[in-house]
Structures are given as C-alpha cells and as structure tokens.
C-alpha cells in the first residue's frame, strides 16, 4: 500500500459527460501528479500540483483541469468526454518542497479506471 | 526532450529462469533520475528502484538486480530465478533532476512467468 488513496476505483459514463476523480496523497506529501495510462498513448503525465499551485502541465487536454485543496487532496475534472478518454488515471504524490535539486520518488495511488461508452 | 524505450514488448519464460528487461534512455540533462516500477494484473503501479546519474553501482534486492551504464545509456533490471509472482508489465521511466519534475515512462515490457 503505497499511502496515496484514489476514489472512485471504477466509473461508467457517457460520452459528453463530465467527472471527477480524486486523490488524496500520502500523509506530509505536497505534490499531487496525475497520469494517464491509456493503449495508445501509454503512460503520460497530465499535471502537477504543489501545496495548492500549479507547478507543471504536461499533455493535457483543455477539456481536463485540476485542482489542489487546502488539505492537499486533488481532484481532476474531466468534461465532455469522448471515447478515446478511456484509460486509467493515477495519482502519485512526493513530499517536495524540499528545494534541492533532487528528485523525490513517485509512490502511486491504485488508479481510476474511467469507461466512457 | 526525454525518452525512454523499452524495445520488448512482451519476454515469456518458464519458473526459474533468469531475465533481463532493457531499458535505454535519452536526455540532455547531467542529472537524471531513472526509476522502474512494476504493474501486477491488478493495475497498481509499484515502485521498485531509484538510481541518480551519478551513481552508476549496480544494485541487487534479493532476485532484483539493475545494471545501469551512462555509456550507454541504459539501466538493465535482471530478475533471477524468476517467479510467477514477476509476472507483470515493467515500466522504466525518466525524471530530470530538478525536482517537482514529471516521469517520462517507457511503453513497457510485459513479463509471463509459466509455471
């Protein structure tokens, strides 16, 4: 068990809808990553949150947006979903804040499997 | 930019053969950080090793050994005497060592352990 929680484990939705998926990190950590494992595109990072911020974006759709909460859980917003959204979506979270040049590992959550039909 | 590949798509052996995963990368960066995680039939994401640009010893846990060479640019994971526990897609990823930064992951090799 890596610490960092993601609800819902599943969800079914319709094209055109929209959802949210969340994450909480695991305790300490302040940065919140979001990927998204799809057949075609793999393993790609969406974006980073740090203490509330926006740190960094990756490739990720306008239709998708996320946010950081005071009490450092996440949640990704997907809106108008179209097929090709299927995929699993996961978080991972690090301590950061560190500000040395190092890089902290990435523990991941247990992934959201989105099913857009 | 980054780049990861993992030219094998999929390795079967049998129970108790040795294997080795390759791993080869692309960065401009002086200090990186490479990673490799396994992902079980149950889909989570576990991490197994952390190893900086500057620190090119070869590390073994228990039947987990990871050979990395800046040479040429790899970072090998050798799994010995293998199990079908191991049976799982294995994913080496990139990150530059600036921290906050994001992991750039190879496609991924999947591994069948037959009994």
């Known amino acids: 068990d890596s610490g960092v929680t993601q609800t819902p484990k599943h969800l079914i939705t319709a094209t055109g809808q929209r959802v949210t998926l969340r994450c909480s990190p695991r305790?300490?950590?302040?940065?919140v990553y979001w990927y998204q494992q799809s057949l075609d595109q793999g393993l790609q990072f969406l974006i980073q949150?740090?203490?509330?911020?926006?740190?960094a974006k990756g490739n990720i759709l306008e239709r998708f947006s996320a946010q950081q909460f005071p009490d450092l859980h996440s949640e990704l917003n997907l809106s108008s979903l179209e097929l090709g959204d299927s995929a699993l979506y996961f978080c991972?979270?690090?301590?950061?804040?560190?500000?040395?040049?190092?890089?902290?590992?990435?523990?991941f959550g247990p992934g959201t499997r989105l099913t857009v039909l | 930019a980054q780049k990861v590949t993992q030219a094998q798509t999929e390795i079967s052996v049998v129970e108790k053969e040795d294997v080795t995963l390759d791993c080869v990368y692309e960065?401009?960066?002086?200090?990186?950080?490479l990673f490799w995680y396994k992902q079980p039939p149950s889909g989570e994401l576990v991490f197994l090793i952390r190893?900086?640009?500057?620190?090119?010893q070869n590390e073994i846990s228990g039947r987990y050994s990871w050979n990395f060479q800046k040479s040429t640019s790899s970072f090998n994971f050798t799994i010995t005497a293998s199990q079908v526990v191991d049976s799982a897609v294995y994913f080496c990823?990139?990150?530059?060592?600036?921290?906050?930064?994001?992991?750039?992951f190879g496609t991924g090799t999947r591994l069948l352990v037959s009994p």
């Open positions: 991972a979270s690090t301590p950061g804040g560190r500000g040395s040049m190092s890089t902290d590992t990435q523990y």
């Open positions: 305790s300490g950590d302040l940065s």
């Open positions: 949150y740090y203490n509330g911020e926006e740190r």
């Open positions: 960065t401009r960066d002086t200090t990186y950080y």
């Open positions: 190893r900086n640009s500057f620190d090119e």
């Open positions: 990823a990139l990150s530059d060592g600036t921290g906050f930064q994001k992991l750039v």
